[in-house]
């Protein structure tokens, strides 16, 4: 399984970025998928999950009502949507898939294969 994430960049504060994350899966609908974030300094943190069918999501706290996770499984797709983008989401974000299939979790630990990052930059 391999995860590729793009759609970092540079963006002012109160901005909107959306991340994409294309999975080489021949079993993508059965898992449920994940962002996570690395700020510098910092440790792996949850962001969003989504559940294989897309009816159930995870958001942390500080990304309530501000991002917004989906996933297209007819192309191997999941999105986060990013608004109102604050200095502070400034971080490499992470696509995953999770380790078990029709499994559900929102821990770092939970998830198995990790995309290679994309660098979003919040400036003030």
């Known amino acids: 399984v391999q995860l590729q994430a793009f759609g970092g960049g540079l963006v002012q504060a109160g901005g909107s970025l959306r991340l994409s994350c294309a999975v080489s899966?021949?079993?993508?609908?059965?898992?449920?998928m994940g962002w996570f974030r690395r700020a510098p300094g910092e440790e792996r943190e949850s962001v969003a999950v989504?559940?294989?069918?897309?009816?159930?999501?995870y958001y942390a706290d500080f990304v309530k009502g501000r991002f917004t996770i989906s996933r297209d499984n007819a192309k191997n797709t999941v999105y986060l949507q990013m608004s109102s983008l604050k200095p502070e989401d400034t971080a490499v974000y992470y696509c995953?898939?999770?380790?078990?299939?029709?499994?559900?979790?929102?821990?770092?630990?939970?998830?198995?294969?990790w995309g290679q990052g994309t660098l979003v930059t919040v400036s003030s």
């Open positions: 989504i559940s294989v069918e897309g009816s159930s999501t």
């Open positions: 995953a898939q999770h380790r078990t299939s029709h499994r559900w979790g929102y821990s770092p630990a939970d998830f198995r294969y």
């Open positions: 899966s021949r079993t993508f609908e059965r898992y449920a």
